[in-house]
């Protein structure tokens, strides 16, 4: 991530509203959590943090994948991993799906305006 400063890594895993974290989570039976530096917004849940300070705070940003399997963990490993290659804005088709998914959550979509097909 440190190669990539500008590159929204994060927000490709959580997705709209936590959507795609939980897809992949949901799909794969394993858990994915987001932790180190900046993983959580800074005054949100200050004092939760004050009661139970996260030792990863101090640590480079990084994702941990826990799984029950050696197949789940393999699975959730991957979904992951092919977020963390950057993609040209322009061309990053996952970026645009959740673009899309926060536009029809927020009620703003217009369907007319996407192929019902190929959704561009």
Known sequence: MKE???YNFIGLIIGPRGNTQK???KETVAKIVIRGKGSVKEGRLQQ???IN???SKN???HVFVEAETQDALDKIVGMVE???HPVVEGLNEH???QLRELAALKGTIKEDEFCS???K
């Open 4 to 6: 990539y400063p500008g």
């Open 23 to 25: 897809r992949m989570e």
């Open 48 to 50: 939760n943090r004050d």
């Open 53 to 55: 300070p996260d030792p």
């Open 59 to 61: 640590e480079d940003l």
């Open 82 to 84: 092919k977020l963390l």
């Open 95 to 97: 970026k645009r799906q």
């Open 117 to 119: 097909l190929c959704g």
